[in-house]
C-alpha cells in the first residue's frame, strides 16, 4: 500500500482543522476589542449577580450524570448488535446477554445501595 492512498484522508483532516480554526482565527484579527467596565461585570439574566457564581453541586447530581452516560452508551452498544444479530450468531448472542446481565446486575446494585435515591 503506498502513501498516496492516504492523501484524500490527509487532504480532509487538513481542511477539517482549516474549518474550524479559520472563523476564529479571523474573528480575534477582525472583531472590535472595545472592553468596558459594563462588558466585563458578570450578569445573570438580567439582574446583577447575586452569590457566588462557583457553588458546589451534590456529589450525587454527578453520580446520577455518570450513571446516565453509561446507561446510554449501552444502548448505543445494543443498536448495532441489533443490525447484525443474523450474521453474528449464537456467539454474539450470547456474549451480549452476558454483558447485559452484568449491567443489570451492577444496575440492581446501585438501586439497593441507594446510589439513585434522592434525598
Do not use: H
Request: charged content about 15%; hydrophobic content about 55%.
Amino acid at each position: 500500500m503506498s502513501l498516496d492512498q492516504y492523501l484524500p484522508i490527509f487532504l480532509f483532516i487538513l481542511v477539517g482543522i482549516g474549518v474550524g480554526v479559520a472563523p476564529q482565527v479571523l474573528g480575534y484579527i477582525l472583531g472590535p476589542n472595545l472592553p468596558d467596565s459594563a462588558k466585563n461585570s458578570p450578569y445573570e439574566c438580567g439582574f446583577e449577580a447575586f452569590g457566588d457564581a462557583r457553588m458546589k453541586f451534590d456529589v450525587r447530581y454527578y453520580l446520577v450524570a455518570i450513571l446516565f452516560i453509561l446507561f446510554d452508551l449501552e444502548i448505543a452498544f445494543l443498536f448495532p448488535w441489533a443490525v447484525a444479530l443474523k450474521d453474528i450468531g449464537a456467539l454474539g448472542f450470547w456474549s451480549v446477554m452476558v454483558f447485559l446481565t452484568i449491567l443489570v446486575v451492577g444496575f440492581i446494585y446501585e438501586w439497593k445501595k441507594g446510589a439513585l435515591d434522592w434525598e
